[in-house]
């Protein structure tokens, strides 16, 4: 495990628009980004292979049943690029996309 020091605690306001059990990765929106903020509250950093990992083993204790995918790529994804991503261990190859392409992703809340 990584040693951060004493615990304390943190007052945390949450929202957002990503809607639950879409199939667009909400719980790992919320466990990626807490982490961040968290890490950025406290001014720590870790790379962003073990902040991957760590989420992936986060969302798994509260029970989703998570393949890591969606953390490497939430904590790993660069501007301009898709990544290539591989585990045992987690490492990310850039891909470069075309220039002015776009994603769109959409839910029909149906």
């Known amino acids: 495990g990584m040693d951060?020091?004493?615990p304390v605690g943190l007052d945390v306001l949450v929202d957002g628009t990503v809607?639950?059990?879409?199939?667009?990765?909400?719980s790992t929106a919320f466990v990626?980004?807490?982490?961040?903020?968290?890490?950025g509250a406290f001014e720590v950093n870790f790379p962003k292979k073990e902040?991957?990992?760590?989420?992936?083993?986060?969302?798994?204790?509260i029970g989703t049943q998570?393949?890591?995918m969606d953390q490497a790529i939430s904590i790993m994804a660069k501007t301009g690029f898709a990544e290539l991503i591989d585990f045992n261990p987690i490492c990310a190859t850039d891909v470069k996309l075309?220039?002015?392409?776009?994603?769109?992703i959409a839910?029909?809340?149906?």
Request: net charge negative; hydrophobic share 25%; aromatic share 2%.
């Open 66 to 68: 998570s393949g890591g």
């Open 19 to 26: 809607p639950t059990g879409s199939g667009l990765s909400s």
């Open 51 to 61: 902040v991957a990992q760590l989420t992936c083993e986060c969302e798994r204790h």
């Open 32 to 39: 990626c980004s807490s982490t961040i903020g968290i890490m």
């Open 98 to 104: 075309p220039d002015g392409g776009s994603f769109v």
């Open 4 to 6: 951060v020091g004493e």
């Open 107 to 110: 839910h029909s809340l149906a």
